[in-house]
């Protein structure tokens, strides 16, 4: 895929930004450090866990595999961010929620417990682009919901925050209001730890980040 030039850019040192996520948070998250993608182009993988895979792994390959797909689709010079978030009690990987019975399924699993919250990023360059550097980070972020009342779970599905939402919610949304404690990143759980992209951005060739 050839791509316009990246606007406002010099070429010769800077190659095109893309974000391989449709997630309008991280393009939000990417605002706060004044960057916006020359292109966002949503990797369609398979994101199905394999069989006794540990959530770390899972979300490092995930990352990987998303910003290795775009990169594959490109023969102009770029670097490509890969992304992505996963909620997890102990080893298991909770589902994104589609539907409410599953948001439901999450919230009453993650209500009056302590849970762990992993993001992974990964940056890497086109192959039109040999100077970029492929580099990643795996963030881990506690967090801990109060108890949850019955009325308290319908209110927040009500609310409808929870949809396509790793474990059933968002950070950002209504069940801000429940959660009584968080250790580590929380633009990563929202989805994009802005600290770390900002020293793997630091660390490109090129002017990325003051």
């Keep these: 895929m050839t791509m316009p030039g990246a606007p406002g850019s010099d070429n010769a040192t800077r190659p ?15 605002a706060q ?10 990797a369609s993988i398979d994101e199905t866990p394999r069989r006794d895979e540990p959530p770390r792994q899972y979300v490092k390959r995930m990352a990987d595999e998303k910003a290795r797909r ?12 890969g992304a992505d978030t996963v909620v997890t009690l102990g080893r298991r990987i909770l589902p994104k929620a589609e539907d409410r019975a599953t948001a439901r399924q999450c919230l009453s699993m993650l209500s009056g417990r302590r849970h762990t919250v992993m993001t992974a990023i990964r940056l890497m ?3 039109a682009w040999p100077e970029g550097r492929t580099c990643e980070r795996v963030t881990e972020t506690v967090v801990t919901f109060s108890r949850l009342s019955d009325y308290q ?3 927040l599905l009500d609310a409808g925050d929870w949809e396509g939402k790793a474990g059933g919610y968002a950070l950002q949304g209504h069940a801000a209001g429940f959660i009584r404690f968080i250790s580590g990143s929380a633009s990563a759980v929202i989805g994009l730890p802005l600290f770390e992209t900002a ?5 490109q060739p090129g002017n990325w980040l003051p």
Excluded: K, M, T
Aim: proline share 10%.
């Design 199 to 203: 020293q793997l951005l630091r660390g």
């Design 33 to 42: 450090l004044g960057l916006v993608p020359d292109h966002v182009l949503p």
């Design 153 to 155: 779970i319908d209110a």
């Design 16 to 30: 095109a930004f893309v974000l391989a996520s449709a997630s309008p948070r991280r393009l939000d998250l990417l």
């Design 70 to 81: 775009v990169a594959e689709q490109l023969s102009d010079p770029a670097l490509i961010l």
């Design 125 to 127: 360059p086109s192959a």
